[in-house]
């Protein structure tokens, strides 16, 4: 197998670079990751090297982890075909079959003067799609009546009633839209120092280098949960939290090898409370909520620091955390077409509708990166003995990967990227699976989950 190093690639490498800085890595470590295998996949955008980097990124900060915690330098390797294919899915059912990802109303809508995408996979994201547009839950009624909609209209109706949808803009139009002039002047990844805390002392194995580590997941599809998966993945306990009647079923196989899943209700007094203690017991909070959401349960930031000094906390919002949009709704598939990615597909390849990314590399993307910011903050803990805040958005990284094109040559189309699944066979709650192998070495040391994939609400949330 080829085997270079990122110098030696220069797109990767300078991507590498890219998010390396962005987490405000130290230069010294960037340089030392070896990528391995060849391949891309076909897009407008550098989404392979976009993979590779993001997957390397988090390598990167587990590496200077393991060197805070022993003072070894253990090298970071990344295969670059096996790093593409962990951006879609990474699980292979054994008799059994996962359901739809997409419910059947959501997708792309021609509308009078453009293209507008319906997320519709919530109940009450579809229930509010459908009162707008006054149909059953019938696509082809659907159709039909948003073609008789100004894209911007509908994209408006449907978010006041509470739903998710996104009108398709190119990215000149977007970077003079309010809310991309805002999210495009945030950094990929924002970072504030938190209060003083104490470095961890509990005996340390660099073979589980997160071993002991408690991560409170409070993330829905998909970028939060690509996180902890990765963190639980080299040995921290993850506890996921979800409310009482959530379900994603389409993805919980895949994102929840390794955690424990629970349900809390944080509307009670009681679920908040219960709440409270589990985060006073953890290392790392990783939540996805709306940017208003949690100071709205009376869970702000500073409040989070206060039960737990020394808290690494790790938020993500969809449209960036400024501007008229900070507090609106959105998932990979949605702010594609509201930053110009879908649209840059079709002027690249003459289709007649919105050409998305041949993965969800936003949510991917991000959630790498939210895990090496978990990392990096660990990093932080123990040699500056603070604790830190962290921020991204599916925006701003989208922002990030549309200033990688990708040559028409650099795509290996029609040559599908091979799978290779690990030999053990992962017992899921739904039966039995393999998982592709794992596209991140770091010395002899991949990821690998001390439990199988589980459905939600089946742990008790307890530490």
């Known amino acids: 197998m080829t085997r270079r190093s990122a110098a030696d690639t220069p797109g990767t490498g300078l991507m590498i670079s890219a998010l390396w800085s962005a987490l405000d890595g130290s230069p010294e470590w960037s340089g030392k990751v070896d990528i391995l295998g060849e391949g891309a996949l076909p897009s407008v955008f550098a989404v392979s090297d976009f993979a590779t980097a993001a997957v390397a990124t988090a390598g990167l900060a587990l590496s200077e982890w393991v060197h805070a915690r022993s003072g070894q330098v253990q090298p970071v390797a990344v295969n670059r ?24 109303v959501a997708g792309d809508y021609a509308c ?5 995408r319906l997320h519709t996979n ?3 994201h579809r229930d509010a799609a459908l009162r707008v547009l006054d149909v059953e839950a019938d696509r082809a009624a659907a159709a039909a009546r948003v073609a008789g909609w100004n894209g911007d209209e509908l994209e408006a109706a449907i978010v006041a009633a509470g739903g998710c949808a996104a009108v398709m803009r190119s990215r000149r139009e977007w970077a003079q839209h309010p809310q991309g002039r ?11 120092a938190g209060g003083k805390a104490a470095a961890f002392d509990a005996a340390f ?6 071993a002991g580590i408690r991560v409170l997941d409070l993330t829905r599809v998909l970028a939060g949960p690509v996180a902890t998966r990765f963190l639980a993945g080299f040995g ?14 389409g993805v919980v196989p895949e994102v929840t090898p390794g955690k424990r899943c629970a349900r809390l209700d944080l509307k009670t007094a009681a679920g908040l409370e219960q709440f409270k203690a589990l985060l006073a017991g953890a290392d790392v909070l990783v939540q996805g909520y709306r940017a208003d959401a949690l100071d709205a349960l009376g869970l702000g930031a500073d409040v989070r620091a206060a039960l737990r000094p020394g808290l690494l906390d790790v938020s993500l919002n969809a449209y960036g955390w400024s501007g008229p949009w900070l507090n609106r709704r959105g998932f990979d598939s949605l702010v594609q077409m509201s930053c110009g990615l879908a649209e840059a597909g079709i002027q690249a390849g003459g289709a007649g509708q919105p050409v998305p990314l041949p993965v969800q590399a936003l949510d991917h993307g991000a959630g790498y990166l939210m895990a090496a910011a978990a990392l990096r903050g660990l990093s932080l803990r123990q040699t500056k003995r603070i604790g830190s805040r962290w921020r991204t958005s599916l925006a701003r990284v989208g922002g990030f990967l549309s200033d990688w094109p990708q040559t028409p040559e650099e795509v290996q189309i029609g040559k599908p990227l091979d799978a290779d699944y690990a030999d053990q066979i992962e017992i899921t709650d739904w039966g039995p699976a ?12 991949m990821m690998a989950w001390d439990r199988p994939a589980g459905d939600l609400g089946t742990s008790a949330p307890a530490w």
């Open 434 to 445: 393999a998982r592709l192998c794992s596209p991140l070495m770091l010395g002899e040391t």
């Open 112 to 116: 009078k003067d453009g293209w507008i």
């Open 236 to 249: 921290a306990d993850v506890l996921r939290i979800d409310p009482p009647t959530w379900a994603e079923p």
């Open 122 to 124: 919530a109940p009450h």
């Open 205 to 210: 194995d660099p073979s589980r280098p997160l």
């Open 81 to 104: 075909r096996l790093a593409s294919l962990w951006f879609g899915f990474t699980i292979a059912p054994q008799g059994w079959a996962l359901p739809p990802a997409w419910d059947a």
């Open 182 to 192: 805002a999210v495009l002047s945030e950094p990929v990844m924002g970072m504030e």
